[in-house]
């Protein structure tokens, strides 16, 4: 049970309230944001809420267990902080979400009903509903090592041990053309095999895709002409001359540990595991089930 200020108590006994909700949103980016329903601005906290900007909240869904309790928060693209390609980009997922209630006539009347992140972000041509999730859904996340033949190590991480800066695992090139929405020719890594970059990362240096990452699916050395293609689209168009770092890539297999990284003695995988055609293997005349390794 939450325990309330003498004169926000006050002001909820006298029956005739003057109350609205308040979000305060810091973004993975470090930006802090605040919203309100009220027809006018408030500021509290160091924060200034931005009234009219269209968000509008749902009931707020809790339960006496460990499930993850939500609220959604619901509005429409209206306010010049809230723009569709900052929500295509990412930079809205897992936001710090602050939910008060706030005495409009007296700021320093309020109560912090719920601290949670936003969750699954819905959006359509004009508006957008975010769901506001409780802390418990950390309790919800998969932890420890996953028991499988590919290494479940993050390249270059503590566990992998493999140091990305060195010049054989990373370089630094340019856009030259763009070739589709998500594939474009490069200049100043045609020194790199083909493939070499394949499932690594390239980070935006400059262009309107600037401080952004984007995934490599695709590596192409061919006739001098290297060509990248990314596991999705920028949400910003990409435009010659866009400056990038890029970082070489694993597909997580013993074999590229060993030949591509020298790194075996960090492989975090269990490649001899039985796959699932162990389970349905049945015995044959041909023999084959003395115990041997398969």
């Given at each position: 049970?939450?325990?309330?200020?003498?004169?926000?108590?006050?002001?909820?006994?006298?029956?005739?309230?003057?109350?609205?909700?308040?979000?305060?949103?810091?973004?993975?980016?470090?930006?802090?944001?605040?919203?309100?329903?009220?027809?006018?601005?408030?500021?509290?906290?160091?924060?200034?809420?931005?009234?009219?900007?269209?968000?509008?909240?749902?009931?707020?869904?809790?339960?006496?267990?460990?499930?993850?309790?939500?609220?959604?928060?619901?509005?429409?693209?209206?306010?010049?902080?809230?723009?569709?390609?900052?929500?295509?980009?990412?930079?809205?997922?897992?936001?710090?979400?602050?939910?008060?209630?706030?005495?409009?006539?007296?700021?320093?009347?309020?109560?912090?009903?719920?601290?949670?992140?936003?969750?699954?972000?819905?959006?359509?041509?004009?508006?957008?509903?975010?769901?506001?999730?409780?802390?418990?859904?950390?309790?919800?996340?998969?932890?420890?090592?996953?028991?499988?033949?590919?290494?479940?190590?993050?390249?270059?991480?503590?566990?992998?041990?493999?140091?990305?800066?060195?010049?054989?695992?990373?370089?630094?090139?340019?856009?030259?053309?763009?070739?589709?929405?998500?594939?474009?020719?490069a200049s100043g890594i045609g020194g790199f095999a083909s493939g070499w970059f394949a499932f690594g990362y390239l980070e935006w240096t400059s262009g309107p895709n600037s401080d952004r990452q984007a995934e490599i699916m695709l590596h192409e050395l061919a006739?001098?002409?290297?060509?990248?293609?990314l596991l999705e689209a920028p949400v910003r168009p990409v435009g010659g001359g866009d400056a990038f770092t890029i970082r070489a890539g694993c597909d997580k297999r013993s074999a590229t540990c060993t030949a591509k990284f020298a790194n075996i003695l960090n492989?975090?995988?269990?490649?001899?595991?039985?796959?699932?055609?162990?389970?349905?293997?049945?015995?044959?005349?041909?023999?084959?089930?003395?115990?041997?390794?398969?």
């Amino acid at each position: 049970m939450k325990s309330l200020a003498p004169d926000l108590q006050s002001h909820l006994d006298d029956g005739t309230t003057t109350l609205a909700w308040c979000w305060r949103i810091t973004r993975a980016d470090g930006m802090t944001l605040g919203f309100t329903d009220h027809d006018r601005a408030l500021a509290f906290g160091g924060t200034d809420f931005e009234p009219e900007s269209g968000l509008s909240a749902s009931e707020i869904r809790a339960g006496s267990d460990l499930s993850a309790d939500s609220q959604d928060a619901e509005g429409a693209l209206t306010s010049d902080r809230i723009t569709e390609t900052d929500i295509l980009d990412g930079r809205w997922d897992n936001a710090l979400v602050e939910v008060w209630r706030v005495n409009w006539e007296a700021p320093g009347q309020r109560v912090l009903i719920r601290r949670g992140s936003i969750g699954e972000l819905r959006r359509g041509r004009v508006a957008f509903v975010a769901e506001v999730r409780s802390l418990a859904h950390v309790l919800g996340q998969t932890v420890g090592r996953v028991f499988q033949g590919t290494c479940d190590a993050a390249l270059g991480d503590s566990r992998c041990g493999v140091n990305l800066n060195d010049a054989a695992y990373t370089g630094t090139g340019a856009v030259v053309d763009r070739v589709r929405d998500r594939a474009f020719t490069a200049s100043g890594i045609g020194g790199f095999a083909s493939g070499w970059f394949a499932f690594g990362y390239l980070e935006w240096t400059s262009g309107p895709n600037s401080d952004r990452q984007a995934e490599i699916m695709l590596h192409e050395l061919a006739s001098g002409i290297v060509t990248i293609t990314l596991l999705e689209a920028p949400v910003r168009p990409v435009g010659g001359g866009d400056a990038f770092t890029i970082r070489a890539g694993c597909d997580k297999r013993s074999a590229t540990c060993t030949a591509k990284f020298a790194n075996i003695l960090n492989f975090r995988g269990f490649p001899n595991i039985p796959g699932q055609d162990a389970v349905i293997r049945y015995a044959t005349a041909d023999g084959g089930h003395e115990g041997a390794v398969l």
